[in-house]
């Protein structure tokens, strides 16, 4: 039997490229392939370990070809770029180290690590995907030539059902604004947050911040919001940090609004969750952003932090613009569901010389 | 600013939304500490230790607790207000322990940032910081 397995650099239940890699999995199943995830140990969820493997594991299955989802510098991508197998690079962006710099020295050169040894695991892969146009541009300014895109699958699951008891924690009778993803420079969430202070001020005081994800990947970062919090004064701003996803879900369910700021996104999961829950969308419109929503979100490209609240505000309360950003999400989510995954996926593997699987679909 | 509504450039609204920005009063903006002594300069810090000095030094500026009651929100219905109503109450009745209580944690607080700039300074070498997750 033909066997695709995946490398990661880490697995955490809920991440992007961690939730991309499982439906990927599923979907390589489904077609008949033997399929499985590994990572580097130490960096494996607890919670992650029924469905992914430690990297030391990989060797012992003999795959007839890997997928490198590839976001990071680490010790998976320099056995893939070795391995005796077809190669394929699934590539998910690196976040550039400057955000980094004044929070964590060791990941930032970890970023930059990873942008330095692009390059060679371009000359190393048999095929190469992007997850966004704006992903495949990077590969292809490094020369990449033939980058097809092949959008995060996780995007078009259905929502789970929400957490009755954390649903109950948010609501109140309040208008509660979402932000939603790992706490990290690039994400500029301190903008929000300044912006929410001027419209529960200005215009809406029974309204309710949550800044939902995980709060470990940067720790300092983490300290500068909760330290804009403490000197704005801010009562109704909540770090929940990470969700699982139920609590996600209730989350959505009681959200008036999901509000993206970031300045750098390959992509951009949570937007399409947001779509996928019925939630309106307001979104700067950085790197893969606009590509990932299409037409369903309320998009700016620059805005000061009282625009900014005015922008919340109007998304808000206008009901002729809630309805147009809905209709473009409805518009969006069905473009997603129309896509033939396992083809895409076929196509993919088939450009590598990957050999088809012996046994028949389930 | 230009803004974009399901896929079309929408410059009415983006008129609506600068107009709208401007109808918020200064007594809204969120900051009321002096931009020399915000959390924000942190950002431009050159590399981890030199964020940590500087949030040390920022932190004394919240190092006092406010004991006064929290801002007063528009309660909505009878009930509502009602609860406003004891609320402020109870706040008035329980003033002077808070108050108290209030001067004791700030007094704590000062200690504990001495001793964290004792810490800071004696260990003053090479970023440690591990990633904890994946960015």
Known sequence: MTRVDQLLDGYVPGDAVSRNALALRNQLRQLGYESDLFAVSDRIAPDGRADCRPLTDLGLRQPDAVILQYAIASSAAEIWRVGGFRRLLLYHNITPAEWFRPYDSVLAAQLEAGRRALPELLSAAHAVAAVSSFNAAELRALGAAAVRVIPLVCATSPPPAPDPTFAARLGGGFTNILHVGRLAPNKCIEDLIEAFGWYSRGFNPRSRLIIAGSDRSCPRYAALLRMVIVETRLETVWITGFLDDRQLSAAYATAALVVGVSRHEGFCAPLLDAARAGVPVLARAAGGIPEAVGGGALLFDEASPRELAALIHLATTDAALRRAIAEGQRARLAELDRRDIGAELRDWLTQAGVPPPASPPI | MRLIVAGRKDEALAARVRDLATTLPEAAS??????????????????????????????????????????????????????????????????????????????????LLDALGRIARRNDGPDRTEPAAKP
């Open chain 2, 30 to 111: 969120p900051f009321r500490l002096s931009p020399e002594h915000r959390a924000l300069r942190l950002r431009m810090c050159a590399d981890p230790a030199a964020f940590d000095a500087l949030s040390l030094d920022l932190l004394r500026h919240h190092l006092a607790l406010d004991p006064r009651p929290p801002a007063a929100s528009r309660p909505q219905g009878i009930r509502a207000r009602a609860l406003a109503i004891l609320r402020r109450a109870l706040w008035r009745l329980l003033g002077a322990p808070l108050e108290r209580l209030a001067l004791q944690q700030t007094r704590i607080n000062e200690l």
